[in-house]
């Protein structure tokens, strides 16, 4: 599913009620391919590069620019938070990726050498943007194999 299916925008103008409903059966209808997409990413296991790989190209997404390092490293955001998440699989390997990312907590050093701790992602925009992305790049693996 590509990411403008998830968007619905409805003009403040003439049937918005109408508008409203059709737009949320369309956004509905996108859930039975999130789940499907859930499923293979839940078959497909990760080699330890392959899962490296995926948390440098996270850690990319949320730091991006040319004066921001990450404060984590990869190893960091692929730590699992319960003991359920412990998987190879690529499901697990983004569970555990995006509830690092956007829930912050984790320790780390800033470009001078500081300690800190990375904060949660709490603006909805970003939220948004960073979950997007990380679901492409999970996607996008499915879709190679």
């Known amino acids: 599913m590509s ?48 899962t490296e790989l995926f948390a440098r190209a996270a850690l990319t997404l949320k730091y991006d620019g040319p004066q921001k390092k990450a404060p984590v490293t990869e190893n960091q955001i692929l730590l ?30 800033t470009v001078n050498g500081g300690r800190q701790k990375t904060r949660p992602v709490l603006g909805i925009d970003q939220n948004i943007k960073l979950n997007r992305a990380l679901w492409l790049l999970a996607d996008g693996c499915v879709s190679r194999r």
């Not at 009620?17 to 996108?30: D, N």
């Not at 859930?31 to 078959?43: D, G, I, V, W």
């Open 80 to 109: 699992p938070r319960r003991a359920e998440d412990c998987q190879a699989n690529l499901w697990s390997v983004f569970d555990r990726t995006q509830e690092n990312l956007t829930k912050g907590g984790l320790s780390g050093r």
């Open 3 to 50: 990411v403008n299916q998830w968007d619905e925008r409805v003009p403040h103008k003439g049937d918005v009620t109408a508008q409203v409903v059709e737009g949320a059966y369309r956004v509905l209808s996108g859930f039975n391919h999130a789940r499907e997409s859930r499923e293979l990413m839940q078959e497909i296991n990760l080699d330890d590069g392959e």
